[in-house]
């Protein structure tokens, strides 16, 4: 079946990180305070409010997340997530992901 939400989806495969402790109670980029509990990320383009579906390739776990931020900016760096969207598709520890 199609809706309008599908005419928009694209599909990527990117690196990925997630943001380091001293991030939380800060303001990001929208002006929301980040918070380690929420599945939001970051992106460099992106409009605040996009819903992104994040999968580990590795064990096909997927999370959604809401850009509420910008970044990140690391090279070859896409989307930065909370850390609880990275511990929901298993990436905790390893810093990048693809």
Known sequence: FSND???NLVQKQVRATYYASKFVGRKTSSGQVYTHDKFTAAHKTLPFGTEVTVVNPKNGKSVIVVVNDRGPFGKGLAIDLSQSAAREIGI??????T
């Open 5 to 7: 939400k599908e005419k």
């Open 92 to 97: 905790m520890g390893q810093g990048i992901a």
